[in-house]
């Protein structure tokens, strides 16, 4: 069964569920740049997703794929900050991690199975 709707795949809804956590998780953080650059960065992946899917054409999909991964690794990078700078702990910080790791293998195995 072909995929018709973006809202069908897994990585987009997980990519939505993993933005959810980022906004819950920084919504009381008073550094109002870092807030807002985590969370637009989080959104980006699904967001990416969702426009790729509609460019309809394997080549354009795989390449807002791409952007994605690059949203999610910014998402990351950003995490492993909050740590250091005692926004977030140790434990919250691993969890969100593991899960931008997911979207990451999820994104890569989505460009592979369209090449």
Partial sequence: MAIKRFEDLLVWQKAQDFSVAIYKSFSGLKDYSFKDQISRASVSISN???EGFDRKTNPDFIRFLYFAISSNSEVRSMLYLSERLEYQNAEKVKQL????NEISRML???IKSMK
Avoid at 97 to 100: D, F, G, L, P, Y
């Fill in 97 to 100: 991690v593991e899960n931008s």
């Fill in 48 to 50: 990416n997703i969702a």
């Fill in 108 to 110: 890569y195995g989505l």
